[in-house]
T-cell receptor, first 107, second 114 residues
Framework: DAKTTQPNSMESNEEEPVHLPCNHSTISGTDYIHWYRQLPSQGPEYVIHGLTSNVNNRMASLAIAEDRKSSTLILHRATLRDAAVYYCTQTGNQFYFGTGTSLTVIP | DAGVIQSPRHEVTEMGQEVTLRCKPI?????LFWYRQTMMRGLELLIYFNNNVPIDDSGMPEDRFSAKMPNASFSTLKIQPSEPRDSAVYFC????WGRGYEQYFGPGTRLTVT
C-alpha cells in the first residue's frame, strides 16, 4: 500500500516559518509527492508537488529528501489563514490522504 | 472555469433509502475520483475513473456502493440501501493525467443517514 505518515497536529506562531514533515517509506521511483490543504468546511486544495527536486511556488516550498523517503512542506510566514489540515500524498495507483496534520496558527 | 461541481451539497435521508450523489468534473480533465471523509477514517479514496472507465474500485466499502461515469462530464455515486454508518462528506475530484498533476476537489456532499 502506498501510504504516508504525518504528525497529527502542529502549532506555529503567526509570521513564523512552519515546517510540516511527511514520511514516504513506501514510495517508488515514479511516485510524485503532492501536498494539499483543507480549510474548515471546504474540499482539499492543491498546494504543491514534486518528484525529486525541491520546488517553490507562491503558496509554499517543498523540500524532498535525497532518498525521497521524506518531504517537508515549508510555509515561510504562517498567517491565520494557513490554519488547516495539511495532507501529503504519494501517487501510485491509489491516492492515500490519511488524516493529515492539523496546523494551528497562534496570533 | 466553474471548478468541480457536486450536488446536492447536503442530503439527509432515512436508513434503507437510495442516495445518489452527482459530480461534474472540470472540462478536459480525464481522471475523476470519489472520496469519503469521516472523523474516524479521514479522507479515503473510494474509486477513480480514467476516460470514463473505472480503474480502481478497491476502496468501495461494499456492494451497496456503486459509481458510474456515463460520459466525460458526469459521474454518480449511488448508495443503496443507505445505512447510518454511511454518514460522511463525499468529495469528487478531477485531474489531468492523474499521476503528476494536481487534483481539483469539489465542495463535497454532506450525507446524513438517520
Amino acid at each position: 500500500d502506498a501510504k504516508t505518515t504525518q504528525p497529527n497536529s502542529m502549532e506555529s506562531n503567526e509570521e513564523e516559518p512552519v515546517h510540516l514533515p511527511c514520511n514516504h517509506s513506501t514510495i517508488s521511483g515514479t511516485d510524485y509527492i503532492h501536498w494539499y490543504r483543507q480549510l474548515p468546511s471546504q474540499g482539499p486544495e492543491y498546494v504543491i508537488h514534486g518528484l525529486t527536486s525541491n520546488v517553490n511556488n507562491r503558496m509554499a516550498s517543498l523540500a524532498i529528501a535525497e532518498d525521497r523517503k521524506s518531504s517537508t512542506l515549508i510555509l515561510h510566514r504562517a498567517t491565520l489563514r494557513d490554519a488547516a489540515v495539511y495532507y501529503c500524498t504519494q501517487t501510485g495507483n491509489q491516492f492515500y490522504f490519511g488524516t493529515g496534520t492539523s496546523l494551528t496558527v497562534i496570533p | 472555469d466553474a471548478g468541480v461541481i457536486q450536488s446536492p451539497r447536503h442530503e439527509v435521508t432515512e436508513m434503507g433509502q437510495e442516495v445518489t450523489l452527482r459530480c461534474k468534473p472540470i472540462s478536459g480533465h480525464d481522471y475523476l475520483f470519489w472520496y469519503r471523509q469521516t472523523m474516524m477514517r479521514g479522507l479515503e479514496l473510494l474509486i477513480y475513473f480514467n476516460n470514463n472507465v473505472p480503474i480502481d474500485d478497491s476502496g468501495m466499502p461494499e456492494d451497496r456502493f456503486s459509481a458510474k461515469m456515463p460520459n466525460a462530464s458526469f459521474s454518480t455515486l449511488k448508495i443503496q440501501p443507505s445505512e447510518p454508518r454511511d454518514s460522511a462528506v463525499y468529495f469528487c475530484a478531477s485531474s489531468l493525467w492523474g499521476r503528476g498533476y494536481e487534483q481539483y476537489f469539489g465542495p463535497g456532499t454532506r450525507l446524513t443517514v438517520t
